[in-house]
């Protein structure tokens, strides 16, 4: 069985982007990048891939799963493609999107068609954002890596949208990278293997 990863920046008060969606306010260092590219190229958007010296293979995801604004920004630049074209990527809405053989559209019931896809082959999956997408997916999301911005945002899109349940996580790691970026390993005990 495949995992479903989220891997995504946040504030230290748990915002992925200011309440307009921006997140350029969290540091994008040529030390921070490159340790986390080392870790997972295929994470680093194709059109930057070569100005930042990324060439390496996927290492863990071969599918990036995105909500409808969190691929917004790639649309707006003119990415047709998308910014993840290396990878199968998924959006998940209900609106039409430039068409693309880059970039499928997921839509109906998102919760099922993940569990489905979790069950294909291939490597793990990547939950790039947001916050409203993972607070729907919540109960199969097995892992969740933050890379915590040395920041407050104050308000903004959260980490979980959607009124998620507590629950009970498991402390897997936590490195410092450069930048003042803490990168925190959390198991969510939905998965079967880790």
């Not at 691929?71 to 998924?90: C, F, K, T, W």
């Not at 890596?145 to 009970?168: A, C, H, M, V, Y």
Request: proline share 8%; aromatic share 6%.
């Amino acid at each position: 069985m495949r995992h479903l990863v989220y891997f995504v920046a946040t504030s230290i008060d748990g915002f992925i982007a200011d309440p307009a969606g921006d997140f350029s306010r969290f540091p994008a260092q040529p030390e921070t990048l490159a340790s986390l590219f080392a870790r997972y190229p295929e994470t680093c958007p194709a059109h930057l891939r070569a100005a930042l010296g990324v060439t390496g293979a996927p290492r863990r995801f071969d599918t990036v799963l995105l909500g409808r604004r969190t691929h917004e920004p790639a649309v707006a630049a003119g990415l047709s493609d998308g910014a993840y074209p290396h990878l199968r990527q998924i959006v998940a809405t209900h609106q039409l999107l430039p068409a693309s053989p880059h970039v499928e559209i997921m839509a109906g019931d998102i919760a099922a068609r993940v569990a489905k896809l979790k069950d294909g082959p291939g490597r793990d999956i990547w939950l790039c954002g947001g916050g409203q997408l993972a607070g729907q997916l919540v109960d199969l999301i097995d892992e969740i890596q933050l890379k915590i911005n040395p920041i407050l945002l104050g308000s903004g899109i959260p980490l979980f949208s959607n009124g998620t349940e507590p629950r009970d996580l498991q402390a897997i790691a936590a490195e410092a990278l450069p930048g003042g970026i803490t990168l925190a390993t959390y198991r969510t005990g939905n998965g079967q293997r880790h």
